[in-house]
């Protein structure tokens, strides 16, 4: 299963800065185009592609289905792919089952939805604990989970990268898709985290 992670070597930073600059030498890449991809991972794409997904998903009973069918095409459709982002399989959370994203073995991650993984899920603690103790982790970032709520933890490789769909909280019926998107953070697109009601949501809009 190792050969599915890509473990980065020690000087990764200057091995890629080198080739960089032979490739660019050679007039095989420009710095331009570099640029953009670096900059669209880091800000422009990041977790809030994730968020546009989940909120259509709590809004859209056909593309919940086709996202939960074959998550890849469902997030093509609003135009997110692209590298890391091939076999993305959508898990989602009910009153019974809340599922939680880890890599083992290194740090795989769906950037195209996600953007780039934060350094705790590359940590080993994270990364040990999640598969040991997950109900324990969980707690550590202040997400209890019930006893009677089970949790799955699943497990990324280069082959297969998870997008957890949060519950959508209670309190945001009269919510628009964009205003849902706002509520979707990070970690609870990877399972760390529960969504909370909007402030001032009396559960009746
Ligand atoms: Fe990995």
Known sequence: MSENHSRAPSG???????????????????TVSLDRIIESFGDRIGPRNGARVV??????????????????????????GGPEGGHLVAVENTDRVHNMV??????????????????????FAYRSRAVRDPRGLLKEFGLEIPPDT?????????????LVIPQRPAGTQGMT??????????????GTAVISPPAGAGGTR
């Open 12 to 30: 990764a930073a200057l091995r890629v800065k080198a080739l960089q600059t032979l490739l660019e030498e050679k007039g095989l890449v420009d």
């Open 55 to 80: 909120a259509k998903a709590w809004t859209d009973p056909a593309f919940r289905k086709r996202l939960l069918a074959n998550a890849t095409a469902a997030v093509a459709e609003l135009g997110f």
């Open 102 to 123: 880890v890599c083992t073995l290194c740090s795989c991650y769906p950037w195209p939805v996600l953007g780039i993984p934060p350094m705790w899920y590359k940590s």
């Open 150 to 162: 089970e949790v799955r933890v699943w497990d990324s490789s280069a082959e297969q990268r998870y």
């Open 177 to 190: 898709e964009e205003q849902l998107a706002e509520l979707v953070t990070r970690d609870s697109m990877i």
